[in-house]
């Protein structure tokens, strides 16, 4: 038969570093109960969403551009032919027209007069390597196709 062995107990600082380790993953382990007026993370309140009427874009002015800047997605799109990309952000659009010369985005935004967005904004560029291009030369060699 063995000889029994003592009951063996740390000394008090082993004891009270153990707990200290221990601590932070129990801590993690417990759950927080999280309600609708804060986010998650930081701890900041949420605001309720308002809806307010569209405020007005700001409108290009180059020349050239006349008949695309005020234009609709209708009116574009007999301009320029189907768009190859119709892109919705928000109550934003994007439309892009491509050609051999260039491509041109479109960027239609509502107004507080129009039900339809209108295009406020037109960019181009090269189709070969994306440098910017003269817009309203785009808009014409697209137009001339």
């Known amino acids: 038969m063995l000889p029994a062995r ?3 107990t740390l000394p008090p600082f082993r004891t009270l570093a153990g707990l200290c380790l221990l ?3 129990l801590a993690a382990c417990a759950s927080t109960a999280t309600t609708g007026s804060t986010r998650p993370g930081n701890g900041q309140p949420v605001r309720t969403p308002v809806r307010a009427a569209p405020r007005d874009p ?3 002015t180059i020349p050239g551009l006349e008949g695309v800047i005020g234009a609709t997605e209708a009116q ?3 301009q320029f032919g189907q768009p190859r990309l119709n892109v919705w952000e928000g109550d934003a659009r994007k439309l892009q027209f491509t050609g051999r010369a260039c491509v041109l ?3 239609l935004y509502p107004t507080a007069q129009s039900k339809e967005p209108l295009a406020s904004y037109v960019d181009a560029r ?3 390597d994306s440098q910017d291009v003269d817009r309203a030369a785009c808009v ?3 137009k001339g196709r």
Do not use: M
């Open 140 to 142: 014409a060699a697209l």
């Open 23 to 25: 601590a932070p993953l």
């Open 58 to 60: 700001t409108f290009q």
């Open 126 to 128: 090269r189709s070969s």
């Open 76 to 78: 574009l799109t007999r």
């Open 6 to 8: 003592p009951f063996r």
């Open 105 to 107: 985005d479109v960027f």
